[in-house]
């Protein structure tokens, strides 16, 4: 049986790189029950006073895209997430699904039936680009969701197996 990799990565990873580089939610928030200090952890930092009833929004994409927790951002590589890299990854640099108790209940699902998905597709047709596919891909900056200007349009071509 033809076994789908996506450029000999595997595809756990390449998903895991995707949200990272464009996650579906760009931002969180949270509002603040109680008054809270956020002490400084570094030279030159200063206190930051948290109010009862402040909003905080939390910048998924900022962090997914800063270089001191992801080097060179722009460039997709899912061996960033790999068992000799994972523990680089500073923790809560990476939210695609949130964190903490009201973090996303369908994470899991979510991965699996994206799994699920490609695993089918690329087992019959490697997906390829045609005429309509927007390359490079232009973010719709009107959306608070991460959607493309002109949708996502690809070709499926059928494997001969
Ligand atoms: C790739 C797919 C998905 C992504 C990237 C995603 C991302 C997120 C994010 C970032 C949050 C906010 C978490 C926070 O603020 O800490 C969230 C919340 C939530 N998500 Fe998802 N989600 C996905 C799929 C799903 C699916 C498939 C379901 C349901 C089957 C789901 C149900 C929910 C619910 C109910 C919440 C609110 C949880 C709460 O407030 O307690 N999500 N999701």
Known sequence: MHVPTVTGTNLSLFITETLRKWPNNVASD???????????????????????????????YGLHHDYRY??????????????E???????????PFGAGPRNCIGSRFAL??????FFHLLSHFEIVPISKTQIPLRINKKSFSFIS??????GLKKLSL
């Open 30 to 60: 949270r509002v603040c029950t109680k008054p809270y200090t956020i002490e400084p952890s570094k030279p030159g930092e200063v206190p930051i006073h948290l109010e009862k009833g402040v909003t905080i929004f939390i910048p998924i």
């Open 70 to 83: 992801f080097p060179h951002p722009e460039r997709f590589d899912p061996e960033r997430f790999s068992d």
């Open 85 to 95: 890299n994972k523990d680089k990854i500073v923790p809560y640099s990476y939210l």
């Open 112 to 117: 699996l039936e994206t799994k699920a998905v």
């Open 149 to 154: 200007e002109d949708g996502f349009w690809l």
